[in-house]
């Protein structure tokens, strides 16, 4: 089974950005959709945006649209997430998923494999 290795995570102020990327390792994510989820402290997984394997259908949760990108890399087979405009409330680590199918879902039943997480920290 892929393995997915998140990077980018770091502490930031507000109004500052990351971007976040997902490599496999051990094999390809190519031909299936992706996912990032976060999770803050004493909180649930909650998704943040999603892509199918090709890139013409692209979710994002209402609390990062505007802010937040989702894209991919085919030559590096990598997922990154751009995050624009960060705010204290995106603290969280930050979880990279692949998807079971070709097209993305919303939950976290859709997908199979997870990362480690990457911590993002906003500072005000």
């Known amino acids: 089974q892929v393995q997915l290795v998140e990077s980018g995570g770091g502490l930031v102020q507000a109004g500052g950005s990351l971007r976040l990327s997902c490599a496999p390792s051990g094999g390809s994510f190519s031909r299936f959709a992706m996912a990032w989820f976060r999770q803050a402290p004493g909180k649930e997984r909650e998704f943040v945006s999603a892509r199918s394997w090709n890139g013409v259908v692209n979710y994002y949760a209402d609390s990062v649209k505007g802010r937040f990108t989702i894209s991919r890399d085919g030559a590096k087979d990598t997922v990154y997430l751009q995050m624009n405009s960060l705010r204290p409330e995106d603290t969280a680590v930050y979880y990279c998923?692949?998807?079971?199918?070709?097209?993305?879902?919303?939950?976290?039943?859709?997908?199979?494999?997870w990362g480690q997480g990457t911590q993002v920290t906003v500072s005000s």
């Open positions: 998923a692949k998807g079971r199918t070709i097209l993305p879902g919303r939950n976290s039943h859709d997908y199979d494999s």
